[in-house]
């Protein structure tokens, strides 16, 4: 019986009920005495293990595993566009190497693009060992097939045991199709990696079930163990480009299959909100009470050179794009300062915002959880108290010499 991908032989079946109870999707049940499976399975092979006279099985080749040990080195992938790196790339190189070095193996840069000299470069500075370099016309610009097929074809010839990229959208969509091709695990949207010292596995935490809770996953059986993290929940670290390091240009030889698709044309969004690299941001939620109530924000956001961000509140109200969403799914950000005007500070905000260095909080209600994380907090309707804060900020940044006395008003 194979609804789901589970192999149940009903034969051997005693009705025992022990891989329904250990069963964490729902994905098994009792029909006649008999367990069977539905789509729910997700192979994690838990009911596997449990069952006391062998009845449950999985496709050879999803149960079969690698042999860990024959996997060393920790690899990261480069994304660059036009030459110029995705700073989510040094992100990961900042993770990479700590992981490298509590581990004792060297760090790989993956760069893969047309004319990636500097690139290259930049990669030893922050932190890289070794850089292998595609270097090719037909990886100029970001294609799944092609760019996925250079990074299997390295990763079954050199056996790295990690493998990070950034939560960008083309990393998203590159980890899905490498790990889906090299049949292993990968944990997207990390929060925190850690090696476990006893097995030298990777830790991968995430939010998960809506993130209420914070799951830690680990990949035992299969390598590389892969993981994409969001932009900006890392720091850059800084680079130094004294470092040694050896470039390894990579042969491309790629099949026809995955060239299929071409760019025809680049077309820049309307959209031009950069949440991710704004070093202020004045975010609003459902206290605005409606988009007009957007508009003190944005003059305030204006006059400090930062950027409007928003509650998932307000753009499910339609106030304002999802571009701006900050939190789980939305951006993640980490300004200098976030000031959150009518936000309640829901965990789903928090997990995009609450690593910003200073946070101000501006909300009715004195109980309100933002006020748990908040730097300064105002307790006031931030339709009055946005004015009145951009206003005294304007004369402030006009007459700075009269606003830095103690005891003046500005
Ligand atoms: C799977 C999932 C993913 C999610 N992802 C995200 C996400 O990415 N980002 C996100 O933001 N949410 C996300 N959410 C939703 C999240 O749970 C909250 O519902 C949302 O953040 C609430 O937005 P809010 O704080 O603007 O609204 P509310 O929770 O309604 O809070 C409004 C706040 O405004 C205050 N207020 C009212 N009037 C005023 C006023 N005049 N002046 C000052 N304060 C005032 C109130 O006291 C209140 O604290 C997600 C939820 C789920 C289940």
Known sequence: MADGLLIIDGEACIGCEACVAVCSYAALEMMDGIAVVNANCTACAACIDVCPVGALSLPERRRRGVSVDDYRGVWVWVEQFGGSAHPISWEMMGQGRRLADELRVSLTACVLGEGMASV????IAYGA?????ADDPALATYRTEPYAQVLIDLVRRERPEIFLLGASSRGRDLAG????????????DCTALEIDPATRGLLQTRPAYGGNIMATIVTPHHRPQMATVRHRVFEVPPPDYQRPGDIVPVPVDLDAATLVTQILEFIRGDEQVNLADARIIVSGGAGLSGSDGFEPLRELAELLGGAVGASRAAVDAGWIPYAHQVGQTGRTVRPDLYIACGISGAIQHRAGMSTARVIVAINTDPHAPIFDIATYGIVGDCLQVVPLLTERLRVALQHPQVAAQPGKSV
């Open 129 to 133: 060992d070794r850089v292998l370099v």
């Open 177 to 188: 199709s490498v790990a889906t091709e090299l049949y292993t695990g990968l944990t997207a």
């Open 120 to 123: 290259a470069q930049d990669a």
